[in-house]
């Protein structure tokens, strides 16, 4: 049946809008599942190919205000978008209510960012709708996959943070954890990365302009933030110092909901994103007397709060701005969830109605605003408040390279946050004081786990304060637990040993295999049964398949076909001309000198030089692919000229006839989670070669992993476990390993030494720094070249030979096909323990002790 349009929605009665909707809140009638007018309006549409054209039908003519027959490709997409929302409403308000009625104890994930990706294809799986979408959107003439590409993912993060936190508000919401995602609803995402003669130019990510069906604004629920101005302190009659905080200045935060939905579980949960408002829209008198730039200043100042995401990742640049972000929702989000607790609740409990886990310690600064709310405005006294609040926060550390723990000078801090910086000293007397009687005469143990650090210049050590106040710590890897206990935060675990502990990351198979990898799911499912989605571990029930010659086939034959459509997709985007057939190796990550992409080029260029002058008989080489994704912060001089390097490399490899058919390189600008979807289902070989002891995780390489790429990996991060799981026969594992890395940089690491002993080396070097990629010109690439040569912290060159002599073995490897499928195959069925549904279980029974429901 064709559906016409302006049709009714099935099952929609005309009633008033019900608690939910209403700006003062009204205690609603009693749930009663059998009677629909108890969730007002919301009921799902029929799920039914009839019904979901009558509400996309629907949506579009009201929604839109359009015909189908006018109707832009954006009318299409918003109307799509508005259909699913309408399957997920009933659920969602469903999921809020059992949330709120059970007096569950909840998770809020504390995150600056969320690297979410597309949504459409996200929702419509949860929802178990794509066939229903697909086929009915082709009644009304439409194709799905043209909608698709309409939508901006919204790119709210930088790399693996932002991604992780994306995956466990996906796993939590699958395992029907009653959770929360709070963070900020940046106007401008990570930057669009264009390339001009082949150097990074930063676009601003116009992600909002042509409308969000994602959304749910609410205005009326806004929350008022303060900044600045001074601290008054009183006694009272009873000798107590009473704190009171006169702000100089506010702002007001808006909350936006996105819905999360479990995968085809019926439970939503919410993620909560926050946008500045100024609290005065612009002055009346200025504007008047014809000052109109005056008249709109304090509203321009207020809400350049949640305009841009700031790109930098691991360094982090003590910009006020980023701490205005990072209390402003850290604000909201306290104050929020307090506040959905009731006027009468007693917040001596609210350890047991909420764990907040601190991603980063980019949201820290929630414990002295926790502990400012318990003992200014709830006037709790301090030791109990302090002992709340030690029983609210976990921490969750990212990194291990020193220069990435943030901290903010006591010059900035008490200036935008006075009462904090009081706090804060506050916690670190009395932890020092303890430090003190511990280790009697030990200053110098004071000074290291000071939360005040005075070199070199007075600030505050945000990941002393997560540590001290939280009730857990964990790294995000086994490596990088054990190195976070004994290098980075060594007193801290001397102190406290059960404090520490390590939750492997993981990632979400539904969109990095289910929607990245369609056929490959579809395989698994004929292989397996279904249910292993939400079950992960089950994939090694596919071992076996591994020596079956047809299984192998068929494997072999939809990665062949995923490459042939990522070949095809560049082509059309981008107008890169690649080979369909070849070795397809791939690094894709934020750029940075211990990741090591100068390492990766070192080899190209090697290959390319060996190849060109005669010393390596191309017929020997397993032609390959290179591919390249990465942005570097905007400010990272050293990464730039890096990206510079990777773009003339490729244009001068790909141009070359003596190495065409066997070398080709391709960097496609602007790199993120929805190219990220396309490059790992058809990647061959993972690049993974950071420096030991500098990834603290990685989780790229679990997504090609369970994609069944092989890595080749150096023994960082979570790389030791994917190995340890797949197998020494099923990985390339190269170069130093911490230890080593460590005993090298004791000695002194002096690359001069690697580059006079290795022939290969040394060649790829001195044709970079000759000009070859530089039309002649020796300057271009010379911070580079001198860089790999005299300051390199991250040893590139160090790990050359043994990165070298491995990529060998994948060349033999790749030439035995079936020995290099049955490898593939092994890396999928062996690496279901990376599923993020399973980083969520350990973070439930190890440190949120929350339940399912
Ligand atoms: C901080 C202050 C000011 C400006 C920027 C920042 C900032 C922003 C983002 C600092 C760090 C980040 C992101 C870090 C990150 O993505 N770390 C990665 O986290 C992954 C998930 O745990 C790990 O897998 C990676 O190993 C780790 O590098």
Known sequence: MRVTELAQPAGSPATPTDEWQTSTRQVGPEFDPTNPIALGPVVAPAHTVDGFVREFLHELNTGQGVTLADSTVNDQYLAL???????????????????????????????????????????????????????????????????????????LGNGGLGRLAACFIDSLATLRVPAIGYGIRYEYGIFRQTFVDGRQVEQPDTWLTLGNPWEFPHPERAVRVDFGGHVEHVTDGEGNDHARWVPGWDVLGVPYNYMVPGFENGWVNTLRLWTAKATKAFDLALFNSGDYVAAVRAQTFAENITKVLYPEDTTPQGKELRLQQQYFFVACSLHDYIESLGEDFDLRDLPDRVTFQLNDTHPVIA????????????????????????????????????EALETWPVEVLGRLLPRHLEIIFKINDAFLADIRAEYPGDEMRVRRVSIISDWPERSVRMAHLATIAAVKVNGVAELHSELLRDKVLPDFSELWPDKFTNVTNGVTPRRFIKLANPDLAALITDAIGPGWLTDLERLQELEPNAEDKDFRKAFRKIKAQNKVRLVRFLQKRDGITLPEDTLLDVMVKRLHEYKRQSLKLLHIVSLYERITTGKLDPASVTPRTFIFGAKAAPGYRLAKETMHLMNAVAATVNADPRVQGILSVAFPPNYNVTLAERYIPA??????????????????????????????????????????????????????????????????????????SNPDLKAALDLIASGAFSEGNPYTFEPIVSNLLYHDRFMALADFESYVATQQEVDKKYADQDAWTKSAILNVARCGYFSSDRSIRDYIDRIWHVKSL
């Open 367 to 402: 414990i002295p605003e926790l502990m400012r709310l318990l003992v200014d405005v709830h006037g709790l006294d301090w030791d109990e408040a302090w002992d709340i609040t030690r029983r609210c926060f976990n921490y969750t550390c990212h990194t291990l390279l020193p």
């Open 81 to 155: 978008a508005r259909t699913v929302r309408h399957y997920l409403m009933a659920r969602w308000l469903e999921s809020l209510r059992r949330t709120h009625q059970g007096c569950q104890k909840v998770v809020g994930y504390l995150s600056a960012e969320y690297l979410l990706g597309r949504q459409l294809d996200n929702n419509l799986l949860a929802s178990d709708l794509d066939e229903i979408a697909e086929e009915g959107l082709a009644s009304c003439g439409l194709n799905l996959s043209t909608l698709r590409t309409q939508e901006i993912e919204p790119g």
């Open 683 to 756: 990647a061959d070989l993972s690049e993974q070669i950071s420096l030991a002891g500098k990834e603290a995780s990685g989780t790229g390489n679990m997504k090609f992993a369970l994609n069944g790429a092989l890595t080749i990996g150096t023994d960082d991060g979570a790389n030791v476990e994917i190995r340890q799981r797949v197998g020494d026969a099923n990985f390339f594992l190269f170069g130093m390993t911490e230890p080593e890395v460590a005993e090298l940089g004791a000695l002194g690491y002096t690359p001069a030494v690697f580059y006079e």
